[in-house]
């Protein structure tokens, strides 16, 4: 068993914001979506072998919950700097004994990122 993919929604008609901030500000590569996929809309991306799925949905994620997903990043503070430059909010989140922080896309799906295998146990 291994995990193939992540999905998360993002707005009808959004694919541009969702290529911005995930293949320009977060550096990952853009997957075609198979022809049976391309009429609902949404975007697919590659992140270091899993597949992220940026999928159309009306009701939007709820910031208040701490549902998210994590990307491990060799340049945390590289990162983060890029980001604020382009206006992305930085949380720090709780203590954790790996060097993270925490983003939004421009949708309100939570991301941690993290150091490589800083998730890891």
């Given at each position: ?42 975007v ?56 993270r ?21």
């Open positions: 068993m291994y995990l193939s993919h992540v999905n998360i929604t993002m707005p009808r008609g959004q694919e541009a914001e969702a290529r911005l901030f995930y293949g320009g500000y977060l550096g990952l590569r853009e997957l075609p979506q198979p022809e049976a996929f391309r009429s609902r809309g949404g697919w991306f590659e992140a270091g072998g899993l597949h992220l799925h940026l999928s159309v949905a009306e009701a939007p994620p709820r910031p208040e919950r701490h549902d998210h997903f994590g990307l491990g990043c060799g340049d945390l503070e590289g990162l983060k700097t890029r980001l604020r430059a382009a206006g992305v909010e930085i949380e720090d989140g709780p203590p954790s004994p790996c060097r922080f925490f983003i939004r896309d421009p949708f309100g799906n939570r991301i941690e990122i993290h150091q490589p295998a800083g998730a890891r146990v």
